[in-house]
């Protein structure tokens, strides 16, 4: 199949496109290479991902996209964002990359594409608010500018679906961890603070946040599944994560057993908006993707530090 990602040189973004790649699916990925965080991270995972065949192609989705992108795809999976809950990011910049890019890619989709088999949506568990813990059909209360806007460009796509229009669905993913993770994210910061022997900023509070910390390799094999079980998952809202919580602490505890040192804690002020637990009701990705995450905390964070140790340490 032809398929787009976007977003695709980002880390969930890219590990799905080198595996449908590997899987040999047609893949064209789109990428802005903002400075959210550094570009030549981003530039990095595309070399890795374009030695197994995925087309790399960058342009902005807020741009007139009809002379960039080719046209038929099958399949579109739609990651890129403005992530994060950063206090130096705009609402404007939330609004544009969030809510306006995605508008624009589906103008493009349905003015130059032939029906696709199906649009997934990649939305996220801050849409749920402070404490994630909730299966799809019940009230969200996202409490950030990124969950807010997230929630938007969920019911855009979704609001296309139900007019009859697109063939679509939305998929909430949670805690994502893993190589690729990004920089700001907290196992990567944390892993390179240790080897560097500088402090941890960790905010007041957050040790005892608990999340189901879910493993990248999870969510990619969750997220393939879609393929073939359309008939399931058009006009769904699927929840995609590990239903085993862990806390701050634990984790932190986790990767200084791997690393084999203690890292240096410096406490912050609280962060606005940080969620306070997230757990993932996984019963309808089960249920309709036949969905079940395989790989244990620690054997994740055993392959995140050994890749960060691969990649930037000498």
């Known amino acids: 199949m032809k398929i787009l990602v976007t977003g695709c040189a980002g880390f969930i973004g890219s590990h ?131 969950g807010t806007t997230k929630l938007a460009a969920e019911q855009l796509v979704l609001g296309l679906e139900r007019k009859g229009k697109l063939n679509a669905c939305s998929l909430r993913l949670y805690s994502v961890y893993g190589p690729r993770e990004r920089p700001e994210k907290l196992y990567t910061k944390l892993i390179k603070s240790i080897f560097e022997n500088t402090t941890f900023p960790l905010y007041k509070g957050s040790l005892k946040h608990s999340r189901s910390f879910t493993y990248v390799g999870d969510i990619v094999s969750g997220l393939i599944s879609c393929i073939g079980r359309e008939s399931k998952i058009i006009g769904e809202i699927i929840n995609l994560g590990s239903d085993k919580e862990y806390t701050t602490e634990e984790g932190i505890h986790l990767v200084e057993k791997t690393i084999g040192k203690k890292s240096k804690l410096q406490e912050m002020p609280p962060r606005d908006g940080d969620q306070l637990r997230t757990t993932a009701v996984i019963d309808k990705a089960r249920k309709l993707l036949d969905y079940e995450p395989k790989t244990s905390f620690e054997e994740g964070i055993i392959q995140q530090v050994n890749w960060y140790k691969k990649n930037f340490i000498d």
């Not at 595996?19 to 595309?46: M, P, W």
């Not at 960039?68 to 910049?93: C, K, M, N, R």
């Open 16 to 146: 799905l496109a080198e595996q449908l790649a590997t899987n040999g699916h047609d893949v064209i990925g789109v990428d802005n290479y903002n400075e959210y965080y550094s570009a030549s991270l981003k530039r990095l995972n595309a070399q890795q991902i374009e030695a197994v065949g995925v087309q790399m192609i960058e342009c902005d989705l807020r741009d007139d996209l009809s002379s960039v992108l080719p046209h038929d795809f099958d399949y579109v999976y739609h990651f890129a964002a403005q992530p994060g809950i950063s206090d130096t990011t705009s609402l404007e910049e939330y609004v544009t990359n969030n809510i306006y890019a995605t508008q624009n890619l589906l103008n493009f989709i349905l003015e130059y594409n032939k029906p696709l088999t199906c649009f997934v949506n990649i939305a996220t568990s801050s849409i749920y608010g402070k404490e994630a813990t909730l299966a799809e059909d019940q009230l969200v209360k996202p409490i950030s500018y990124y």
